[in-house]
């Protein structure tokens, strides 16, 4: 299927064709039509399928229909996504300046951390669409720095990991403030109990879509996990590194603390690496970004939230030094490689601390990773294989 024929008009298809994009992905050729038609929408997608184009892309074109004549007033704004990190939202809101490059519609990001005042400026003449994290815009609204008054369209961009993060009460507090007649897109990794909870609240009467499994990852994705005991994880990753080859990889630890211990361990071994997580300003978060994309750093390590929402594509590896505690989390992970078809790899260091999250990861996938064994890394504390029916408690 060939772009031009999902009824978007010329500026937009060229600003699509410059970033060399030849045909829309499985999410765009089903989300493009629906949310033209002004119909509401629940959309099953990670990232990497190309979700953020299936939403911004439709937007661009609704809006810019409805944009002659029309003059902004002061602090209102017409399409509000909303999305669990600042780093989503910058992404996000550079995605909606390309594709939206030869249009003259406004947008802007606006997260905690960012400089309210200038903000707030901003919002003074009014914006096409704003993308915020949740806590900054419920914070700009008591401050009645913004109104919702001409909202025409409302997106919860990564609704499951809004919630893990604990962002319901502020969403909620968020739509009330809403008007009853808008369209609402909801995207989501997976649609869990609790994302369609908030979907009958902020999204009824939706039309579904799905373009994963829900219960596979991405099939282009090479995934396998060696065992190693807990003591041997950084010389492991250093003897792969450095055996391997490796040219960039972005590796997921649990903690801050570990986080800059392992970039200490690493460098003592002679890689060169840096690490991103909640403590480090937003300055250098987006410096380690910039270098990590243009390819100048090439080993990064991040605490899983600090890594929600990096756009890298075509990233060869993701190395999970720890398992995530929510199976979820490795999907979301494993979708940062092989994005947008390309192949990548993703490499789980497992010990036996870890079996836990290992068997709820397995049940998830629906099958078995693949192991494989490094010379001169056998384990002490053998880690045995799943069970694959396993439920872990918090979800019986
Ligand atoms: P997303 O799932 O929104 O995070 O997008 C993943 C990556 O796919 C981004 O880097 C996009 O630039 C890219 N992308 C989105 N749509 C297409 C397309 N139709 N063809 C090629 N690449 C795309």
Not at 222 to 232: F, M, N, P, R
Not at 339 to 365: H, M, P, Q, T, Y
Request: glycine share 6%.
């Amino acid at each position: 299927m060939a772009f031009s024929k999902l009824g978007l008009s010329d500026p937009i298809l060229k600003a699509v064709s410059e970033l060399g994009y030849t045909a829309p992905t499985a999410i765009q050729q089903q989300a493009i039509p629906i949310i033209l038609s002004g119909k509401n929408l629940i959309a099953a997608a990670q990232t990497g399928t190309g979700k953020t184009a299936s939403f911004v892309l439709p937007l661009l074109e609704k809006l810019n229909a409805a944009h002659y004549g029309h003059k902004l007033r002061a602090k209102r704004i017409r399409a509000l996504i909303i999305t669990p990190t600042r780093e989503l939202a910058v992404q996000v809101a550079a995605s909606i300046s390309q594709y939206g490059q030869h249009l003259s519609l406004t947008s802007m990001a606006m997260y905690g951390g960012g400089d309210e005042q200038s903000q707030k400026q901003r919002l003074l003449e009014g914006v096409d669409i704003l993308v915020a994290t949740p806590g900054r815009l419920l914070d700009m609204a008591h401050q009645r720095a913004l109104h919702f008054d001409e909202l025409e369209v409302l997106v919860l961009d990564e609704a499951d990991r809004m919630l893990d993060m604990g962002f319901i009460g502020d969403i909620n507090k968020i739509i009330e403030r809403l008007p009853a007649k808008r369209q609402n897109l909801l995207f989501s990794a997976t649609i869990s109990q609790d994302v369609r909870y908030l979907a009958k609240s902020a999204v009824n009467d939706a039309m579904e879509i799905s373009v994963s499994a829900n219960s596979s990852a991405t099939p282009e994705i090479e995934q396998w996990l060696i065992t190693v005991d807990k003591d041997k994880k950084s010389a492991l990753l250093s003897h792969l590194i450095q055996q391997q080859q490796w040219q960039q990889a972005l590796i997921f630890i649990e903690t801050k603390h570990g986080a800059a211990k392992l970039v200490s361990q690493l460098e003592k071994r002679g890689i060169k690496a840096e690490a991103i997580h909640s403590g480090r300003s937003q300055a250098v978060r987006e410096k380690l970004l910039a270098d990590f994309k243009s390819g100048e750093l090439s080993m990064l390590v991040a605490t899983g939230i600090a890594a929600r929402g990096l756009d890298i594509d075509e990233l060869p590896k993701v190395v999970n030094y720890d398992l995530p505690y929510q199976s979820d989390e490795y999907i979301h992970r494993i979708g940062r490689t092989g994005r947008a078809g390309a192949s990548g790899e993703a490499i789980s260091l497992v010990s036996k601390d870890d079996f836990k999250n290992l068997c709820a990861i397995e049940s998830r996938l629906g099958h078995i990773i693949e192991r494989r064994e490094i010379e001169g890394f056998a384990v002490k504390k053998v880690v045995p294989v799943s069970i694959l029916n396993f439920v872990p408690k918090s979800k019986r």
